[in-house]
């Protein structure tokens, strides 16, 4: 069975800030690790994901995330925050990198961007 | 590429009625469809999977016979909540995946509100 933890449930961070949003996971098998973005009232948007290969994720809007297996970690992380990045944020895994598996979400992370 | 779209955006519907929500892979034919429901300032619950041509597979605890899941084109797939109640009230998303280069992620619906009241 695959978990997912997402610690903190609510991050603010001044904008122009470091943003670092934490993810752990449980696998039994290597995982495949997504980040997702949700605006509000809005679908799911893939930030960057984690399947094979380079451990350090480059996604969009200028996010990445390092996949460390010893710390069974992925977090996300933003050089400087941005107001549009204001969000909320959701880490997933998967035992596939298919889109035919289903996805384990954590419960999500609530970004404000202070002004 | 890779959009999904789902119709209606919104619904309200009375109690007891019946409501049928449609997700659409516009751009790519997808094996896989998955429906998730979100309550408020929460994170996604899968509900069921549904393949092209089979019986959707549902998670434990989702009512098959309240959600019925029908997928029947490789483009098409539809979710109707049966006899519906104030507390089916949520936010219903699909995602869809699975073809020849939509392998390794799902794409996601810009997702359904339903209200009931």
């Known amino acids: 069975a695959q978990s997912v933890t997402q610690l903190g449930s609510h991050v603010s961070v001044s904008e122009g800030a470091l943003v670092l949003l934490r993810c752990n996971y449980s696998?039994?098998?290597?995982?495949?690790l997504f980040w997702y973005v949700q605006y509000p009232n809005q679908g799911l948007q893939l930030l960057l994901k984690?399947?094979?290969?380079?451990?350090l994720v480059k996604g969009i809007n200028g996010f990445e995330a390092e996949f460390k297996k010893s710390e069974t970690s992925f977090h996300l992380t933003k050089p400087s925050a941005h107001m549009s990045d204001a969000a909320e944020y959701f880490c997933?895994?998967?035992?596939?990198?298919?889109?035919?598996?289903?996805?384990?979400f954590g419960t999500g992370t609530r970004l404000t961007i202070i002004p | 590429g890779a959009v999904v779209s789902q119709h209606p955006s919104r619904v309200i519907c009375k109690s007891g009625t019946s409501v049928k929500i449609e997700c659409r892979s516009l751009d790519f034919q997808a094996t896989t469809m998955f429906w998730y429901r979100q309550f408020p300032k929460q994170s996604l619950m899968l509900m069921a999977t549904?393949?092209?041509?089979?019986?959707?597979?549902?998670e434990q605890g989702v009512e098959k016979d309240k959600f019925l899941i029908n997928h029947a084109s490789l483009t098409l797939s539809t979710l109707t909540v049966t006899s519906a109640h104030p507390e089916d009230s949520s936010f219903y998303i699909c995602?869809?995946?699975?073809?020849?280069?939509?392998?390794?992620?799902?794409?996601f619906g810009p997702g359904t509100r339903l209200t009931v009241t």
């Open positions: 984690y399947t094979t290969g380079a451990t």
């Open positions: 997933a895994v998967s035992d596939r990198p298919s889109g035919n598996e289903k996805l384990t």
């Open positions: 549904s393949n092209e041509g089979s019986k959707a597979t549902y």
């Open positions: 696998s039994s098998v290597p995982p495949y």
């Open positions: 995602s869809a995946g699975g073809t020849s280069g939509y392998l390794h992620e799902q794409y």
